[in-house]
């Protein structure tokens, strides 16, 4: 599988470009402001535009993955690999950042190539991707590395999913801090996957003491409402979760 890249950041680059040039040629009051922006609307999709055009491939197959981008051009067999992860970061202001792969190849990452770190157990591990920069969905990502990677692939977005599915909390003026909140789903999604007793009774018990001592309130925040509802269920399935012998992630 061949996966494509994203096209819109190159046409966000050329609107950038185009836009700072109408503004240089169409001249008006408060000329020097107007340049200013002009010169750093074109600098900026310029930068954008010399990225967006530079050599990209990112194949999986039978043999492991051929890598050509910004930063890292190599091919890479399944034998190299230990772990590929594919996750998102932690929600920040209520907004889901894009999902990432994640590798841990078997004789560990040399320190200058650390980018990121396993989200299970804080290994060292190399960001292969960023899934905004291809047109393919995750779950398409994910049925190919799952198809040729085998048991060293982890879809940790799956396993979030199948354990507590993320809600959509409605976002408006004196609500819940969304950090806050985040954070408690995150952690309990976690300990919920992990499958470990012990795990899901710490978990529980922080999102109990949280919710009893009453959730910081901001300016504009998720839904007092929803939250409560949704953290009640999270510390029901904290309680009513079984383990199974379903790995997660090595």
Excluded: K
Excluded at 61 to 80: T, Y
């Amino acid at each position: 599988m061949e996966l494509r890249r994203n096209r819109g950041a190159r046409a966000l680059a050329l609107v950038c470009v185009l836009g700072g040039v109408l503004l240089l040629v169409y001249p008006s009051d408060g000329h020097l402001l107007r340049t200013i922006i002009a010169v750093g609307a074109i600098a900026l999709g310029a930068v954008a535009l010399v990225s967006a055009v530079r050599p990209f491939r990112f194949g999986i197959h039978a043999d492991g993955l051929s890598i050509r981008r910004p930063g890292l051009r190599r091919e890479i067999r399944w034998d190299e690999v230990d772990t590929l992860v594919l996750d998102e970061p932690p929600r920040r202001d209520g907004y889901a950042g894009p999902p990432r792969l994640l590798l841990v190849p078997v004789q560990g990452v040399p320190r200058e190539l650390v980018t990121a770190r396993h989200p299970v157990d804080g290994r060292p591990a190399i960001e292969l991707l960023v899934l905004d920069q291809v047109r393919e969905q995750p779950e398409q990502v994910s049925a190919a590395l799952a198809r040729h990677a085998g048991d060293r692939f982890v879809d940790l977005l799956a396993l979030r999913r199948d354990a507590f599915a993320t809600p959509d909390l409605t976002v408006g003026l004196r609500g819940y801090q969304m950090g806050r909140v985040d954070r408690l789903i995150r952690r309990g999604q976690d300990a919920l996957m992990s499958g470990d007793a012990s795990a899901r009774q710490a978990a529980r018990g922080e999102i109990e003491r949280a919710t009893a001592a009453g959730l910081p309130i901001a300016q504009r925040g998720y839904s007092t409402v929803q939250t409560d509802t949704v953290l009640d269920a999270l510390v029901t399935a904290l309680a009513d979760h079984q383990p199974t012998d379903r790995e997660t992630a090595t």
